[in-house]
Structure formats: C-alpha cells, structure tokens
C-alpha cells in the first residue's frame, strides 16, 4: 500500500511527539522491566555488541543497552521526540557510545551492520500500529547474519469473557438512537425539512461505534470464562510483512465457568526475549499483557463485544473463526472480521454470531 | 501556505464525514433559526434566484434556499457527507432544484455565476478551521457582481472574565507536576536513568497544555467582568484572505463588576445576515455566540486563562494587546499572543501579563 508520509504523521508519528506519551510507556512497570531484565540477564548478548533501537523515542532502551556494555548504539526515532532522547543520552553520560538519528528507519543509512536489534513496536493486539513493517524492514537491511532480535518471538491470544459492557453499550447505543428520532421529529416540525431518510445510515454509523469497535479494557482474569487460544506466531528473525498483514485463525475454546453469560472475547499479546538458537539468551524473559490483577499493562486488552450475549456453561464449547487484516484507509488500523457458535455439551448450536469489528 | 490535501483530509474533514457531528450543528437551535430566519424572512433574495451553498454538510441550508424558492442550487460539499446530502435532497422533494456537488470548493467548477452564496464557515472564535478561505474562493470565482452573501458580516468580540478553570488548571498542572518528579525518581531508583534532564520540556509541554491552549466554554453572562471590545469586522462581500490571515487589535476594557477576579478573556463571535446595500435584507438577523443563559451554541466561547488572576474592581482600565494568526504547522488552527495591563482608578498599574495561546 501506499502510504502518504504527511498523513502518516498527521495520523501516527503526531502522539509520540509528547513527552507525556512517552511517560505513560516509561511508567508501564511490567513492560519496563522485561525490557529491563531481558537486557541486563542478558549482558552477553549486549557487551561489546553494535545495537540498532528502532524507534528510541526518550532513549530509555539505547541507554540501557550502553550501559549493558554496548560497542556502539543506533537509537533512531521518526518525531522530534530524538531531542529529547538526544539530551538524556547526554546527561545520563552515554553520549560515547548511543547516536541519535532522527528520521524514518526506513530511510536511516547506518555506516555498519548490528549484532543486536532491540524495539519496542508493539501495538493493540501486537500488530496495530503496523510498526513491525520498520522493525523488519530495518532487520532485513542492517543486522548481520548473526544477530539477534530483542524481542525474538510475539503470539496474540484470544479467548471468551464476560463483561457488563455489552449491556453498557446497548443502552448507549439505545439511548443515541431515541435522542435521534426526536430529533428528526424536531426538525421536520420546527425547520421543515424530513431527515427520516438518514436514520438508516446514522444507526449504521452509531453501531458501528458503540458495538463494532474493539474496547480497550483492562480485564479481570475471572472475566475469562472460557481457554485461550494462541491464534498468530511470530518468529521476530525471519517474519515477512506478508505474515503479518493478515492474521487469519479457527480455533475452539472450552467453557471452564458454570452459567455465565458470553459477552464476547478479549484479545492479547505476549513477547519474549529467547536470543536466537544458536545464540540464545541466558536468561529468557516474557512480557505478557494477558489479563492481570495486579500486573496490568498500557496496553490492557482488545475487547470484541458480542450481541446478544449467550448463556453458556462449563464444557459448552465455542468455535471461533477470526480474521484481521489492515485497514484500507489507514495501513496501521486494523478490521477483524469475527465469527462464532456455541455448542452447548448437550450437541445443542445456539444461532451464530457474526459481526465486522474496528480496531482504532 | 502550501496545503496538503491529504494531510488536509486526516486533520480537518474526517471530522464531518460523521453524521453524529452533523447532527450537533443541526441541533443547534441559535443556529439554525437564525439560518432559517435570514433564508425565510427575506425570500426575495432566494425566489428564482441560483444558490451556491458552500460545505453543504447534510444539505440543510441548501433544502431552505430551495425551499424559499429558489431557481437552482448548487451544493457543494467535499466529504462523504455529500451522498447522505443526496438523499435528503431526494427525500425533501427538492432533487428538480438542488444538486449536490462532491467535491473541495477550490476545485470545482460551476455552469454559470450564482446570485447568492450562503455557507456556515464559522469556527471557533470566528477564523478558527480557515475555512471562509474556501468561501471568499467561492465568491471570487463564481458570485455575479450583484449577487448577495448569506451571512454577509462577522465580527470578533473580546471580555474580560471570572473563571474558576485558572485554579483547576493550575492545580491540575501541579499535580502532573508532582507525579512526574516521582517519576524521576522512580526511573532512577529502579531502571538506573536520570529523566531529569527533561523535567523543563516535560513542564512546558504541559503548561502549553494546562495553561496555554484556549478552552471552550459556555460562559455564563455574569461571569463577563467588563465592557466587551469588537476586535475584528468582515465585510464578507469584500473580505480578502489577507484581511483575515491575522487579527491584530489593541483595545481596552472597564471592569464593569466590584471586587472580582480577572481570570482571563471571553472571545466569540457574531454574524449578520443583511443582504448588500443596493440589495438589503428585508428583515435583518443576527447570529449571535455571545455568552448566554440559555442561548448557547455549539460554538460557545473561546476562554484564554491569565495566571495568576488580578484582583480588579469597577472602574479600573485594562489594556489588552491581542494578535491572532494561523499556526505554521497547521493553517486551520490559530496562535493567538495576549498582552494585559490593568490600570487601577488610583492611576496603579498591576503587574503585566504576556503569553502565547493555541486555539486547538
Ligand atoms: N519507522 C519508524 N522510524 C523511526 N521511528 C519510529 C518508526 N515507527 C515508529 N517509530 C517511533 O517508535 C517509537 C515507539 S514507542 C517506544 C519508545 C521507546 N523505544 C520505549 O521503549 O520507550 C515512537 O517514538 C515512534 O515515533
Ligand atoms: N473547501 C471546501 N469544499 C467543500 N466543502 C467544504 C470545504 N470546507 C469545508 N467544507 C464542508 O463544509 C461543511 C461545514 S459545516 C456546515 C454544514 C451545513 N452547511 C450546515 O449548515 O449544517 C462541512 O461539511 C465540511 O466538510
């Protein structure tokens, strides 16, 4: 696809411009140290080690990796956030060793391949954003045969909850909708003109909203009813865009709660930091976003809401048909397309859910 | 300036390709009555007579003028919005008179002159979104020498106010303030890097945000402290894009209210509906985003917080220095820089206030 570089940041590359973006990653204690850990259990894989960061934003992961012993550190950063990230390389005393560039890593020329390639570029249910592309783009141009990738592996999981806001968001939704009908009312009596022709079109585009745009949540893990299915792999060293741009999976899930109700699924990411076969990490670390009661992440979950929920119990079993590909408009947005059915332990189908969801 | 059309697009339009946005400019009731009046109350102006409405939006101020009798009407709109414009236009039984035109004013071309342009070009604080650009291009091109402009002048009013929004907003900051110190700390003390070389950007971006940027409002009446100044007036019959590329007034204001608090300023706007000269209205409206109790618009006021507040009372003088443009990065929004001064009765003059504000 192409992508218009002006809108691009326009759309994207804008909100890491903020310091107070970048804080909220830096406060996000569970993602800091895996970062942390998997760098300093790992010194090996960083002493005397050339590392290219994609995408430094404040540095933290340049910094780090030059104070685990690093040779030479390319910190590349698109926004003007690399000023920032520039001076805290200075006054942390790193200046030696970690060079800031700013600009597009798909536009960077590096005067020498890395050993390592360290990023943290993982969006919403990992791939939105879309910026593994730079992550492999940079992969492909500048780590030597050798090298290793930080993190080396990324999975996505998915798995049935239950939640109040299906209920929640039909009450909205209900509620837009009556104030929409007044309205229209109002209109035609007070200004003579019949908007009732765009009822259609405005529900369409309220649903959309309220019921087809996945939620960010931070779930209760006793809101998972059902197993979680791991429904993509990455393999951070030899992943292609291609892999990537569409993740397609069918998979069934056992209920495991007595009577509840299925409101929809929640969908997550894990990565891990494992090196690479044949030079593997010594201590391997995994950063997961798996629904927490007291590790929760910025990232929190992907919420896909199902309407009307159903009643399931313990050993009903739920197959699930998912796909998400990139968004026509906007490369770094995501749709799924998500199916479901249930059988009840009796054989018993209850009628199928089908529904488009926005991944925003 | 040299526009991005696309980047134009990502920023600006996509907002009023949503029916749910149109849906608030059509229930604003000043707004629509005041439209419906001027169309209504001098159809003389309308009756057989060609219409360009720029930026249709859903098609209403087209329906009326088709309504009010007009020949033709050309409805232009550059968004989506344009096909839902379509159908109101059928279902209003108005298809024979209106046509609706997809497509940015600038670009398209018309069969012949029209006698009247009517748009809603207004933003917030009048200029805000630049888009009377897009009207005066309208007008330049394709309105006869006699043909008449709906509204037909604007006008930019400037108070002195009360608020309570400098304290939260300053206490707001200081709380991010405070957080962000145990931040540094934090990140210290547990991930071994020193943030304290950004503790100044980190301030300034959020006094920008906190104290800095203008904020919608609907001021209550009595919170207006003193005498209201007109900072700007356009002919739209003759308004250039230069006239309005930059409002520069200094003016000054008596504090009108005993032993209150000058927390800031009040901006909003009004237009009129006239006709032209040798052409007049029949019946003249205003439109009018004053502070109101129970008139309010969407639009409400601009407010611009100084810090920290004066004490002031009836009779002192404070002179303002006001000068508006349109951001660099982005021509549809503004920077305004704001000088104050009061002047007491005594003849003592109060410590000056200077900043610079975003209007977002
Ligand atoms: N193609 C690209 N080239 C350069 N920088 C990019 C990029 N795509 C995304 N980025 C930057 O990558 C950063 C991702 S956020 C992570 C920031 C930092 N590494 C940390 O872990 O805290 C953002 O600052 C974003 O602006
Ligand atoms: N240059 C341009 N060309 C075409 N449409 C434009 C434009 N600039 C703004 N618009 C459109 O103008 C509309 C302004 S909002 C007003 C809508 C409608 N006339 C009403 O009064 O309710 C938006 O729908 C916007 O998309």
Wanted: hydrophobic letters at 40%; aromatic letters at 10%; a negative charge.
């Amino acid at each position: 696809p192409v992508v218009d570089k002006e809108v691009d940041f326009a759309n994207y590359f804008c909100t890491y411009a903020f310091l107070y973006h970048q804080k909220e990653m830096l406060s996000d204690r569970v993602r800091m140290n895996a970062y942390y850990d998997s760098i300093f259990r790992n010194k090996h894989h960083f002493n005397g080690k050339t590392v290219l960061d994609v995408g430094t934003g404040s540095g933290i992961l340049a910094i780090w990796s030059a104070q685990a012993g690093a040779k030479k550190v390319y910190a590349v950063e698109a926004t003007k956030m690399s000023e920032h990230a520039r001076a805290l390389v200075k006054s942390n005393n790193v200046e030696n060793v970690v060079e800031v560039i700013e600009g597009s890593m798909e536009d960077v020329v590096l005067p020498e391949k890395v050993d390592v390639i360290i990023s943290e570029w993982m969006g919403y249910l990992l791939l939105r954003e879309s910026m593994f592309d730079s992550v492999i783009c940079a992969r492909d141009r500048w780590l030597k045969p050798n090298g290793v990738m930080y993190p080396s592996h990324a999975r996505i999981w998915f798995a049935p909850i239950r939640s109040g806001l299906v209920e929640r968001k039909e009450n909205d939704l209900e509620e837009v909708m009556d104030d929409w009908y007044n309205f229209v009312e109002d209109t035609k009596d007070t200004y003579g003109v019949d908007m009732g022709v765009l009822t259609q079109p405005f529900s369409a585009e309220q649903r959309r909203y309220y019921l087809q745009t996945s939620l960010w949540q931070n779930l209760h893990p006793n809101q998972i009813i059902g197993t979680a299915a791991i429904i993509k792999e990455i393999d951070c060293l030899t992943a292609t865009v291609n892999d990537i741009s569409e993740v397609r999976s069918n998979f069934s899930s056992s209920i495991t709660m007595e009577n509840t109700s299925l409101c929809g699924f929640g969908g997550w990411f894990d990565v891990h930091f494992r090196g690479r076969k044949d030079n593997p990490a010594q201590q391997e670390v995994e950063l997961t976003t798996a629904p927490s009661k007291d590790a929760g992440t910025h990232w929190g979950q992907q919420v896909f809401l199902i309407h009307p929920p159903s009643c399931v119990t313990e050993g009903d079993n739920v197959s699930v048909e998912f796909l998400m590909y990139r968004s026509k408009e906007n490369h770094r947005l995501m749709e799924v397309e998500l199916g479901c059915e249930v059988r009840q332990s009796s054989g018993n189908l209850l009628p199928a859910f089908k529904s488009k969801f926005h991944v925003e």
